[in-house]
């Protein structure tokens, strides 16, 4: 099977032609941007952690594992995100948008392991 063709890309970083179709991943719209600004393609805020999950995991790097495995198993029961997700990427790149400060512990980071499977 070929490598799955993803990106993450912060909201706070230029939309470009060449991040295919552009899915905003979280709940929370971030606050001060508009949304022609983000310019996504789709906002697929039922992909995002749960609520509970996201207040507890709080950003805490000290957390990163516990999350990202309580997070798959959210995944693993959102059949309809995980399909629409899954149709995108047989029509070519997706780029997952996030807005969290922290780039390297964030849901993107998460979901761009589990569909690169």
Not at 8 to 34: C, F, H, N, Q, T
Not at 83 to 108: M, P, T, W
Request: with cysteine; hydrophobic share 35%; glycine share 4%.
């Amino acid at each position: 099977m070929p490598a799955r063709d993803i990106i993450i890309k912060s909201v706070y970083e230029k939309a470009e032609k060449k991040d295919g179709y552009r899915i905003m991943v979280d709940r929370l719209w971030p606050r001060g941007i508009s949304k022609e600004k983000v310019n996504v393609d789709r906002w697929l805020k039922e992909i995002a952690p749960s609520t509970e999950l996201r207040k507890w995991f709080d950003h805490d790097p000290g957390k990163w594992a516990s999350f990202q495995r309580k997070y798959e198993t959210e995944i693993k029961n959102n059949n309809e995100a995980v399909e629409f997700v899954k149709e995108q990427l047989e029509k070519g790149r997706i780029c997952f948008v996030y807005s969290a400060k922290d780039e390297k512990h964030n849901d993107a980071v998460v979901l761009e392991k589990i569909f690169s499977r």
